[in-house]
């Protein structure tokens, strides 16, 4: 993670991931208090559904790589529409402590965040960046 710059956006990919409670706790809570104090906006990427209803304002579920839900938070995780957000919801071992305090309009909307980003056209997805593809992958 890195605050140097002082960003607007920060992106926490999967920053709980292999800590026990104790220090998972600690982190959400120093994220958070960062956050606020920044006034920056951060985009947390979990599989653990019990740290984002403790951390998160908003969720977004995905299935394949797609958007198959999103809204507040508690919302989702009380009344999930879709089918694969039910599945997950359902398999928590506890129903997650929702996040109370959130804030009162979003800090920063995504799209200023990242303004100049364009998805990379899918033929430049190719091995070693070559822009070709050759040969078979059986």
Known sequence: LSLVHGPKL???????SALDVITQRGLLELLSGLAREQRMATLFISHDLLSVGAFCDRVA???KGEIVEEGQTAAVFESPRHPYARALVSALPARPAIRTQSCPSPLLALETAVSSASPCPPESRTPQGSGTTSGSLE
């Not at 920060?10 to 709980?16: C, F, H, R, S």
């Open 10 to 16: 920060l992106l926490a990919d999967e920053p709980t």
């Open 61 to 63: 579920i995905l299935e």
